[in-house]
């Protein structure tokens, strides 16, 4: 029988790994989006390099209560969603695991404390690269691996799916890199409005350094650096591997959509308390 994954959720990645799960399992997409679902009930179009992807056997709805049950939910929303997502995701009444892939912290304890305690809840993060080239249609802007929380039921759920599937042990370790890219990289771009190659450049790279500076207390302390030029070396090779990546918080910004500053900056001001934080946080909400 073959197992079924909904996928909340209808931006740039939740579209690319609807498809590339719809290879192995029953895809479901739930979103708000209606020119968007209306476009993946036709066809969901991957552009790989320069051949195109199709699937035309994915299901999305912005009823979610004509969903079936899943065997996993694969949580891709923005962060600022959440809060609505949830109440809607509430009235399914459903007890499937969940699994988040959402930039950022705090999730888990957000999903907890709405669901409830006993709501299997996982963790992963993806450095793939997506962008959404109109209605029903993601590009693949950086090949990435996807990485889980190693457990049985998710090694079991996704054994012999897809190859970029890495299992991580101490999975928080790959969530806080991440949070540390963004931290610095996202809102840099989204205020100077440039690609991320850009970011380590002339006054943007100055405010890149600022912002990180600001924020090495909170990783310094979780051990994921020992030192500042070791953050600094991240930020620039990640700048130079997504060079051409227009930043998904400048799209988001542009296009007059919330952004995920308050999931990245805000999570970690909160222990910091920095004005500095506090300003770029207040600039770039919607």
């Known amino acids: 029988m073959v197992k079924k994954i909904v996928v909340v959720g209808s931006g740039a990645l939740a579209t690319l790994y609807a498809i590339r799960f719809s290879d192995y399992f029953n895809v479901t997409m739930l979103g708000s989006w209606h020119e968007g679902i209306n476009a993946l009930n036709k066809k969901a179009i991957l552009v790989e390099s320069d051949s195109e992807v199709i699937a035309e056997n994915i299901f999305a709805t ?156 909170y990783f310094l302390a979780r051990g994921l650096f020992s030192e500042f030029s070791e953050y600094e070396d991240l930020l620039n090779k990640i700048a130079k591997a997504t060079s051409e990546n227009v930043n998904s918080m400048w799209a988001d910004l542009d296009s007059g959509r919330g952004t995920e500053i308050d999931s990245i900056l805000g999570v970690i001001n909160k222990e910091l308390k920095s004005d500095f934080i506090s300003e770029i946080i207040k600039q770039l909400t919607l």
């Open 62 to 217: 912005t009823n979610w209560l004509d969903s079936e049950k899943p065997d996993l939910v694969v949580w891709l929303t923005k962060g600022y969603k959440n809060s609505n997502a949830l109440k809607e995701y509430l009235k399914l009444n459903w007890q499937s695991p969940i699994l988040i892939l959402q930039n950022g912290s705090g999730q888990k304890e957000l999903f907890k404390s709405v669901l409830n305690a006993e709501q299997n809840i996982y963790l992963g993060t993806t450095t793939q690269g997506a962008k959404l080239k109109g209605p029903g249609k993601v590009e693949n802007t950086g090949n990435g691996n996807l990485i889980l929380e190693s457990n049985e039921f998710l090694q079991s759920f996704f054994e012999n799916t897809l190859p970029t599937i890495q299992f991580e042990e101490k999975i928080g370790k790959s969530i806080l890199k991440k949070l540390a890219i963004n931290a610095a990289i996202n809102p840099t771009a989204a205020i100077f409005k440039v690609k991320n190659g850009e970011v380590v450049n002339g006054e943007a790279g100055m405010y890149l350094i600022k912002i990180a500076k600001e924020v090495f207390p």
